[in-house]
């Protein structure tokens, strides 16, 4: 089984969401703050007669456990809903699981997605 997070831009979790949904049993979206190669926001100061660049940028981490078949499918649909073309897109982690338990149903492995 793989774990694949996929942190992207908050506007494109919508997009991210459309492509996996029907791919996967289910996946968490958690939002936060980030600070990478993406341009950051300025926003105006004071008065409005200055700017401020904001430290860091709102993004969205989408988490999702998949069977290892289906891994590079959805890495592609992720890839392809967050991409813009431009610097700070986001970025996808791909880790082994080795053991995963349903709480509710109290099965395991494979059964427990």
Do not use: C, H
């Not at 709102?58 to 649909?77: L, P, Q, R």
Request: net charge neutral; glycine share 12%.
């Amino acid at each position: 089984m793989k774990r694949i997070e996929a942190t992207v831009q908050t506007d494109r979790v919508s997009a991210v969401s459309e492509a996996i949904k029907d791919k996967v049993g289910g996946f968490t979206i958690l939002d936060g703050d980030g600070r990478g190669s993406g341009k950051r926001y300025t926003m105006r100061s004071g008065r409005g007669t200055g700017t401020i660049e904001a430290e860091y940028n709102k993004v969205s981490t989408i988490t999702t456990i998949v069977e290892d078949d289906k891994a590079e499918s959805i890495i592609s649909a992720i890839s392809d809903a967050a991409s813009t073309g431009k610097s700070g897109d986001g970025i996808i982690v791909v880790s082994n699981i080795e053991s995963i338990m349903n709480i509710a149903s109290k099965k395991s492995g494979l059964e427990a997605l």
